[in-house]
């Protein structure tokens, strides 16, 4: 308890944030270079090229999040809209 | 003669006992009768057991096959961790009716015919608005009253469809159909209305996140799960069924996205997640079959693990909205990496029990060739770790230091989540004899090194697109418009405006029928009033020609 209630976790600290990122950025990289020892079988002809999961996963979510993006501007509505 | 205990009539025996005892004794019921009742589906054979006979029909209240003695397994696995989760939490009503509400599920789980499957549809419809209400606010109570509406109706379009079916074809037995008359499509409109299909996907979501921490947990395990059984059992195979469930996989996706009350994420997801199983029964393989029930088992324990965690903050810090909350990891540890788990879980993360079952469905869209389903499902793999894999842990857990110091779980909430966080990672890492369980025979291999690899990318990367894309994601304080604006607002004008259209053709009506009646009484005053024609006093002379007139004419009227 006395550790956690710092106000400085070591988590939180600018220092190992920075290396949870390189970390992640090494990670992703992996992922990407492993696709050459253990190939991934394209059942359609694109899903088998090399990154395509990265490309696909990565521009899959900018698109979803886009979208609710722009639903939010008409569907959005206060917290107590039901309530009035 | 019963050679069988019903399963569902020994839960729902607990139930009943749970409401008359007290202290350790009630404490006792709650652990032993959901472990009685594992032991008796455990001993449900295949085929029909038990027959009765109900308004000249022949019905059969229990009927085991694999795939029913799966969903019951779940389900009254449901109640056992559920049960531990909420024993010093929830009231005794709360209890009692979430076990009556689990029995229901495995009711309808054994019913081998539609009236069966229809009593235990409603006991699930009455006692999980019991739950809500059992919330106890001004919200749960008016959700409550709107999901029992939602249930109520989806329970009569059932019955017309049963009715329907058992006057067209004499049968009320439960087969494969397809929604192709009036009746066969008024019992899937009844089925897709308790798994959340659009359009009336927002009761859900509108729903479970009113009930208490513990209601959640058992709410979100069985109504939409004893649909997707009924589906699988009455509609595998109906085309529609793959059109609807990708509409729920993005509907859930997207709103969740939108969300910023940490329980209505997760109540999107399971909307989400349903559909990936509504979508794999549209398919109808029997690959696919296996697909949805081996996913529909694995996301029970991961959506309970998920909702038991977010059930533990909620508990402990009275709060639920990602703006309120954040930075919980440094007293909250265990909720923290349990909630982890199942977050990783529902984006069948490798090594978790959604990448075993999750792909299953894949494999069978690809046995298919299904090239546009395919890479939709995979979008919505990488979406469903954006909306709920990081961006629930990430707001509730990190995000910010929100300044709260809970303390973590209470030890009997601690210990049903380590069960089912175990249970997520053991069906991840040795999922055969989840396989063994699966309506057909299964040789499949998820860790085909290539496929592992695939799915690291896929979902490495939209963790990457999470984080680059938070400042689009913050949270605001707002709720998103759905189709129950129509129920909520929409129709309630609506009907106003005709009440008042009626009242102002009614005063328009009323008005005409009074002029009407005036002129009407002007001529009677006329007439017969007091100085009306026939009450005036007239000359002899007149009335004289008036009589030989009105003679004359009754003369030549007789001659004629």
């Known amino acids: 308890m006395a550790i956690s209630d710092k106000p400085n976790h070591w988590l939180v600290r600018p220092r190992t944030i920075r290396r949870l990122w390189i970390v992640f950025g090494m990670v992703l990289v992996l992922t990407v270079v492993l696709q050459q020892i253990a190939p991934v079988k394209g059942y359609f002809g694109v899903d088998g090229w090399f990154g395509f999961g990265a490309l696909f996963g990565f521009f899959a979510c900018l698109a979803m999040v886009l979208i609710a993006k722009v639903l939010g501007w008409f569907l959005k509505r206060g917290e107590r809209f039901y309530d009035g | 003669m019963v050679e069988i205990l019903p399963p569902a009539i020994i839960l729902l025996v607990g139930a009943g006992l749970i409401a008359l005892t007290r202290g350790y004794l009630r404490d006792a019921v709650v652990l032993l009768a959901p472990l009685a009742t594992i032991w008796a589906v455990w001993q449900i054979p295949d085929g029909v057991t038990l027959t009765m006979s109900f308004i000249g029909y022949q019905i059969e209240p229990i009927e085991g096959s694999a795939v029913r003695r799966l969903f019951a397994l779940i389900f009254s696995m449901m109640a056992f961790v559920g049960g531990i989760y909420a024993l010093r939490q929830a009231t005794r009503l709360e209890l009692s009716a979430a076990f009556a509400y689990a029995a229901g599920a495995i009711g309808v789980a054994f019913a081998g015919d539609l009236i069966t499957l229809f009593i235990f549809w409603e006991v699930m419809a009455i006692f999980s608005t019991v739950i809500l209400w059992c919330g106890g606010t001004d919200s749960s109570a008016r959700a409550g009253m709107r999901y029992a509406t939602m249930h109520v109706l989806g329970g009569v379009i ?177 909720s923290c990496i349990c909630g982890i788990v199942g977050a990783l879980s529902i984006s069948s993360f490798p090594l978790t029990s959604g990448f075993t079952t999750k792909t299953l469905i894949s494999e069978a869209v690809i046995f298919e060739g299904l090239a546009v389903i395919y890479f939709l499902l995979a979008a919505a793999s990488a979406g469903v770790f954006l909306h709920a894999g990081i961006k629930f842990p990430w707001f509730v857990f990190f995000q910010k230091d929100s300044g709260l110091r809970p303390k973590d779980a209470p030890w009997n909430m601690a210990l049903a989540m380590l069960l089912f966080a175990g249970l997520c990672i053991l069906l991840g890492v040795y999922p055969q004899p989840l396989y063994a369980l699966l309506p057909y025979p299964l040789e499949y291999d998820s860790y085909v090194p290539g496929k592992v690899v695939f799915y690291l990318q896929l979902l490495l990367f939209s963790g990457l697109a999470f984080f680059l894309l938070l400042p689009a994601m913050r949270r605001t304080l707002t709720i998103t418009l759905d189709f129950d604006w129509f129920w909520r607002i929409g129709f309630i004008r609506l009907s106003n405006k005709i009440l008042g259209i009626s009242a102002q053709g009614g005063k328009i009506l009323s008005r005409g029928v009074d002029f009407f009646l005036g002129v009407f009484r002007g001529w009677l005053e006329r007439l017969l009033g007091l100085n009306g024609v026939f009450a005036r006093s007239w000359p002899i002379g007149a009335t004289a020609i008036w009589s030989a007139v009105l003679l004359s004419t009754y003369v030549m009227i007789y001659y004629i």
């Open chain 2, 158 to 334: 059932l019955m017309l469809g049963i009715a329907g079916t058992a006057v067209q074809t004499g049968s009320i037995d439960i087969r494969a159909m397809r929604a192709e008359d009036f009746s066969t499509w008024m019992i899937l409109i009844g089925l897709l209305i308790n798994a959340a299909a659009p359009p009336v996907s927002a009761w859900l979501a509108d729903a479970y996140p009113e009930a208490t921490p513990t209601g959640t947990v058992f709410l979100s395990a069985f109504t939409t799960k004893t649909s997707v059984l009924a589906l699988i059992l009455l509609f595998p195979g109906e085309p529609i069924l793959i059109g609807i469930g990708i509409y729920m996989i993005f509907y859930g996706i997207v709103y969740a996205l939108l969300e910023n009350d940490a329980r209505r994420i997760l109540a999107y997801s399971i909307v989400n997640q349903v559909g990936f199983m509504v979508c794999a029964i549209g398919i109808g393989t029997e690959l696919a079959l296996n697909g949805a029930a081996a996913h529909a088992f694995a996301h029970i324990v991961y959506k309970a693990l998920l909702f038991m965690s977010a059930g533990v903050v909620l508990y402990r810090t009275g709060k639920r909205k990602c703006t309120d909350l954040g930075g919980l990891f440094r007293t909250m540890p265990l």
